[in-house]
């Protein structure tokens, strides 16, 4: 490779590695992984991902954009703080993998049809509408979220689980059309439109 092959492809790298330092929640961090393991051998869903925690960092270090950002990886992750718990450097992993994954879902390069990313938005717009999160309505429109038939499947599978939680009155008809409200939702709103506004300011674009 020619010099200045070299120098074009050592700019790539340094480039993505700043992009998510710039971009991404503690994503300064990502410099000091050393490459032990120890995260995703920590890690319960570990087998599962397609590219471990230590792994993405080397392929961000790397300059693998697009291979990162368009990775179900980070959407494995359930906060379980395993890995920053066993990390010997003390790395924020948790943090940088759902910063990761809500920079490529902003960048519109997250993959399709991710379950993790739907349960957020059916989540989000429970709290942005309630001001409390509506359990049966979250639940309903988790197990349709795949299409009417598949949706009566999953009900079908978990209406022991169902009758269980109607019994003690975690579900009914009534919380579906109306449940527990936060009384000042215009409030909610302001605070929400304010930290929009203020996430937008303070987002670095990368490369201007």
């Known amino acids: 490779m020619s010099d200045m092959n070299q120098a074009m492809v050592q700019k790539y790298r340094s480039n993505f590695l700043k992009e998510v330092e710039a971009n991404v929640e503690e994503g300064t961090w990502v410099k000091m992984c050393m490459q032990c393991g120890v995260c995703s051998g920590s890690c319960p ?53 759902h910063g990761l994954a809500s920079y490529a879902k902003r960048l519109g390069l997250a993959p399709k049809n991710q ?44 209406r022991e689980l169902g009758m269980a939680m109607m019994k003690t009155k975690r579900m009914s008809p009534t919380e579906y059309f109306g449940g527990h409200k936060c009384k000042d939702l215009s409030g909610i709103a302001k605070m929400l439109k304010k930290a929009k506004e203020f996430e937008a300011e303070h987002i670095t674009k990368f490369g201007e």
Request: with cysteine; charged share 20%; glycine share 8%.
């Open 115 to 158: 379950p993790t990313s739907k349960f957020g938005d059916i989540f989000w717009d429970s709290i942005a509408k309630n001001g409390r999160v509506n359990e049966l309505k979250i639940g309903v429109s988790l197990y349709f979220m795949n299409g009417f038939s598949q949706g009566i499947k999953n009900a079908l599978a978990s």
């Open 45 to 97: 869903l570990g087998p599962h991902w397609e590219h471990p925690q230590q792994e993405l960092f080397m392929m961000i270090r790397a300059g693998k954009r697009e291979e990162v950002l368009s990775s179900s990886s980070m959407w494995m992750c359930t906060s379980c703080y395993n890995c920053i718990a066993r990390c010997p450097r003390g790395l924020p992993i948790t943090h940088i993998m």
